[in-house]
């Protein structure tokens, strides 16, 4: 199914890392109940915790969201763009379905203050 995406609303920035060093977080995150880290593929990750902005407290809820992640590769960067699955006016809250695997993952039993790590299913690679 090809949805037509609105405006860019948010760039999900962080710190570059890889798997090795996600696993090493893991335990820190699940101690916090804060996860700031969204899978790019099998071996990079973006993780927004120490070194991100506002797109990171984008929350998941699945019967609101209006707006998806697209992965891009920009002058040889990875990039992730949060965009607008639909018109949205000014301050209003935005919500992603992190897909499946964040759950399964275990980090995000409760639904609140959770962020979008393992959100491969719920990406487009562009």
Known sequence: MQRRLSNSCQEYVGELIFDLTTKSRDDVSSHRKRNYV????ESLSIDSAYAG???RYINHDTQRVNCAAFV???NGEH???IYATRPLEAGTELFLDYGPEFFKAGVGQNYENVSPAKLQDAVVHQ
């Open 38 to 41: 969204f899978t790019l593929d």
């Open 53 to 55: 902005n506002e797109a």
């Open 72 to 74: 891009k590769l920009v």
């Open 79 to 81: 990039r992730i763009g």
